[in-house]
């Protein structure tokens, strides 16, 4: 995906895609979610993904709703997989038992990604590690895909300290973990008090990922302090939201723009509505589009974003050393521009793709 993301401005990195708009909780906060619509066709969702494959999307997301109440997940995912893109779920992980992880790794999922919002559940959430906890120990023992428990900080959170709880189990069971910072209705930042942000930063220390770091450095240290970010949001472009309706809309708090359907969705209009500048950016809390911004950033000042992430981990952590995988990428992407051509045509040809001029 990192290498698809450098060869090309002109493809999507990746699309959140809708199957069943229809949710089996109701967590007070969200506005994602309905508790009727019936499933999308599958015929009409394989055309979609196969439209997404097409325009050369790097990474297809199943969100919902909940996502795991569309009959035919997995026959959706398997088609992913066809069209030679990631295939990733974001669910609330209720329907997870030992058989449906099998099936999912039988399908090919790449990524799965829950997010976990209190230890025990209350009114605005049931998506509680007490109720999940058994399953992701069954995840910890059946999965073949690479898991992310989300944990979430905001002021419909009654108890942040929960927030540090999730995490670290998390990272007991040998999972990722992040942590999202709730939103309002249009996207927008609710700022969070002195207490959760110190909870936000002990979290961060638990992670040791230089990406998800850099993440967390570029985007979210400002967000949790109140303050407007410097960044284009690629939405409609690099990044596109395809809800049930099959329409591509920026994000999944900005439908309606552009609202055009996907199958009549084109190159251009990847161009042009990528290009937008969007209102919303400055306190814009959707992580998956900061991380979409972050590559495109790497691919065009990819000595400057590589040289700012490693300085920024060396001053958190003074005794932190560069990793090989990360010292191979400041040999391909920052040393002296011979090097990096020649690393980045060789990296390009190993995972099969063709340079483009764009
Ligand atoms: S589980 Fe997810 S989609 Fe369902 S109501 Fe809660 S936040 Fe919304
Ligand atoms: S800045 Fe982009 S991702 Fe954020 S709310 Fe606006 S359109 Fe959505």
Not at 39 to 67: H, Q, Y
Not at 116 to 129: A, F, R, T, W, Y
Not at 171 to 177: Q, W
Request: net charge positive; with cysteine.
């Amino acid at each position: 995906m990192f290498v698809r993301a450098m060869a090309s401005a002109r493809h999507p990195i990746l699309a959140q895609i809708i199957p069943i708009r229809r949710c089996n909780l109701a967590c007070t906060y969200c506005n994602e979610f309905d508790r009727h619509s019936p499933p999308v066709l599958t015929a009409e969702m394989l055309r979609r993904i196969d439209k997404l494959g097409e325009l050369g999307t790097s990474i297809i997301t199943f969100s919902g709703g909940e996502p795991t109440l569309h009959p035919d997940l997995d026959v959706l995912i398997r088609r992913v997989r066809a069209r030679g893109a990631i295939a990733t779920l974001i669910t609330n992980g209720y329907f997870l038992v030992p058989e449906r992880i099998k099936r999912l790794n039988a399908a090919g999922l790449d990524y799965l990604q829950i997010s976990i919002d209190n230890v025990m559940p209350d009114d605005v959430s049931k998506k509680s590690l007490k109720v999940l906890d058994r399953k992701l120990e069954w995840l910890a023992e059946y999965a073949e895909f690479d898991i992310t428990i989300n944990s979430v900080l905001g002021s419909d959170i009654r108890e942040p300290e929960d927030a540090y709880r999730i995490a670290a189990r998390a990272r007991e069971l040998g999972f990722n973990s992040t942590v999202g910072i709730l939103h309002d209705g249009g996207g927008q930042l609710q700022p969070l008090s002195a207490a959760q942000t110190g909870i936000y930063e002990r979290i961060v220390g638990l992670g040791t990922g230089l990406f998800s770091f850099a993440h967390f450095d570029a985007f979210q240290q400002n967000i949790i302090r109140g303050n407007p970010n410097d960044w284009h949001c690629p939405a409609g472009g690099r990044f596109l939201y395809i809800c049930e309706d099959g329409l591509v809309h920026y994000c999944s708090q900005q439908r309606g723009y552009p609202a055009i359907p996907l199958q009549q969705y084109t190159r251009e209009d990847l161009i042009r509505e990528g290009a937008k500048p969007k209102g919303c950016a400055p306190f814009c809390t959707i992580s998956c589009v900061h991380q979409t911004a972050m590559l495109d950033e790497f691919r065009t000042r990819p000595r400057e974003t590589l040289s700012g992430i490693i300085q920024r981990r060396k001053e958190r952590d003074p005794d932190w050393r560069t990793p090989v995988p990360v010292r191979l990428l400041e040999r391909m992407f920052v040393r002296d521009s011979r090097t990096r051509d020649r690393f980045g045509a060789l990296a390009l040809r190993l995972f099969g793709v063709s340079r483009s001029k764009s």
